[in-house]
Nanobody, 115 residues
């Protein structure tokens, strides 16, 4: 059974930090490109950051220099380190795994940035 379980979300003040984790099971994690998406109320889901099987990363412009995606293939886990958080980062964050035409999604974790 394939599972992607996100954790680490919560309420944080502007300028604060959070570290999201996504634990994967039920598929060969190391063969999948992993990504984090987010969806704010009333907005479309957007790609935040991705990491290839070789470790190459990419980010949406709005988070460059503040967010870092990483993966630990030994632990079947992908992380999103988020620093200097802004209110506009408030959203549900989703973990995504993709290999050719196969894609899996987690259930999402809420991140709220507010004073």
């Amino acid at each position: 059974q394939v599972q992607l379980v996100e954790s680490g979300g919560g309420l944080v003040q502007p300028g604060g930090s959070l570290r999201l984790s996504c634990a994967a099971s039920g598929f060969t994690f190391s063969m999948y490109r992993m990504s984090w998406y987010r969806q704010a109320p009333g907005k479309e889901r957007e790609l935040v950051a991705g990491i290839s099987i070789g470790g190459r990363t990419n980010y949406v412009d709005s988070v460059k220099g503040r967010f870092t995606i990483s993966r630990d293939n030994a632990k079947n886990t992908v992380y999103l380190e988020m620093n200097s958080l802004k209110p506009e980062d408030t959203a549900v964050y989703y973990c995504n795994a993709i290999f050719t035409t196969v894609a899996y999604w987690g259930q999402g974790t809420q991140v709220t940035v507010s004073s």
